[in-house]
């Protein structure tokens, strides 16, 4: 199996390359109001609009500072249409041959402060270099409640 390196936030992730459709470069988002902070909005990619999530804000980390070196990833729509994630950066194809299972550790860099998160993060592994490496499952991903309600509440006080 190939797996596409990412960095989103502080973590080192893995996806399965059959399950990204295509990566390109950012560009402009339409933002969208009385959304989550981590809806960037929607982004015109050849005529069809895709949602944008911003992977690490998702995860409880900073949002995604956009430049040269982010990107998104289009999702195949096996998974679901229409749908990019904005992750920090590329870090490149990972072979599972390159890759050994490692334990769980204490996880302090991620904060995955929405709960559900957690679930969409598989197996650990670790490559010659000794960098740790998460699998994740989109499939479990884009069917959290968490993803999938991007709606913001209005603030407390706000006459209509």
Known sequence: MAWLGVRAGALNLLVPVGEVAEVINPGMCTPVPLTL???RGLHNVRGTLY???DLPALLGFAPVQQGTESRLLLLGPQRIRNTALLVNRLAGMQAADDLQQAEPAPDHASPLR???MAAALEARYRDAAGLEWQV???TVLVALPE????AALPAQGASA
């Open 147 to 150: 993803f999938l309600d991007v």
């Open 114 to 116: 929405r709960a559900g």
């Open 136 to 138: 994740l499952d989109t």
């Open 37 to 39: 902070p981590w809806f």
């Open 51 to 53: 949602s944008v999530i």
